[in-house]
């Protein structure tokens, strides 16, 4: 356990995770290429990307049940097999249909891979640098959507779709076979034990015992109030926000969208240092970044002309924390359930950022369109894409934040009573807390 063959088991893992973010944000940033070579529209393309990111959040909880059957090692390297599988068909797709079928096994392959490393990681790892690992994976990620939007859009341009996508399936090969080659579940002498808690038999009552556990709830809603905001931001609209309705040039937006990926790579850490310091205010924090998230928000939709470039820097660095904010919901999974049906529960937690995505992303298309019409129909010449209606339409976020906030609020409640009920472990409030604290501080 924490052995230097334990980060190369990780480290392998994880590079395999940064090619499924390489794969998925692929897309995303050949755009123009694609609309040329399937010669769509740019909204049929968005659905090429919105039936990848479908299939990633309907694929959690099958993946979860699989990952508790087969263990990490077999998903990580059939998501990489799949995904692999899926470049090679876009790349030489020369119609939608094909392309589509190739995204879908692309959603497949990256559904099974983050939940497993994290999974892996209990595997291989114990005490508080636990908590701390689950950040560093998901800070991998962001170098696959950093080499996305640098090298392979260069070699996009360089040497053309067939060649730049068949390079992405060769990595997507590359990864299967390093992780076959060193990935296991856990060293010799097995997985660490689960102690005396019972795990029910069978996949549906284990999924069931996840799911009725409260801290897998607790995670679901961290997850929900806190990936929604970031992922509607980086995967739709923030882009269009910025450029049509801020007035921002195009690289102006790619640079603050950057400030996004670049935050939660710094924060991640911190994040996962002081989960680990004080697992016992753990929600405090997300509740705190939620909280955040909202005043920032407010500030920005509530400013009576444009916002001031400041201001919106301010939100992008708040977007970026929520990113390892929501990865605490991971982290809830893995202290309360045992490791027998862990994976079932880190699908469920990963299902909440998604759902929350899923609602605001045509939300707030349909919200533009009313507030566009209404508009026009009352004698104005206006864009659909201003400023005035993405204030009203991306207001929608604080119904969900509010309704993340509020369920977080009540898990919490739940899950304290039962580490009093089940551990005899008293979680007061943090004043006091801090109050203690500093009486015990010598003078
Ligand atoms: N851009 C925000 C990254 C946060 C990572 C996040 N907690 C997460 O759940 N990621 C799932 C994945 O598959 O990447």
Redesign the pocket.
Known sequence: MNSARSWLVWGVAALAYIAA?LHRSSLGVAGPAASERFEVAATELSTLGAVQVGVYAAMQIPVGVLLDRLGPRVLIASGAAVMAGGQLLVAIAEDMPLAILGRVLVGIG?AAT?ISVIRLQSGWFRGPILAQMSQYT?IS?QVGQLLSAVPFVWLLSAAGWTLSFGTLAAVGGVAFVLVLLIVFDAPPGGAPPTGSIDVPEGWLPRLRSAFRTPGTRLGFWT?FSL?GS?NLF?LLWGFPMLVEGLDYSQAQAAGLMSIVVVT?MVVGPIVGITTARFPLRRSTLVLALVALVVAAWAAVLAWPTQPPTWLVVLLLVVLGAA?PG??VGFDFARTSNPLRVLGSANGIV?VG?FIATFAAMPAVGIILDLVHSARVAGGEAVGLYDWEGFRVALSFQFVLLALGFLMVVRMRRITRSRLREEEGIEVGPLWAAIARRMRRRPD
Request: glycine content about 26%.
């Open positions: 973010v990256d983050f998901a990620g997850h990936l970031t980086l939660g990113g929501s990865t990963n950022g």
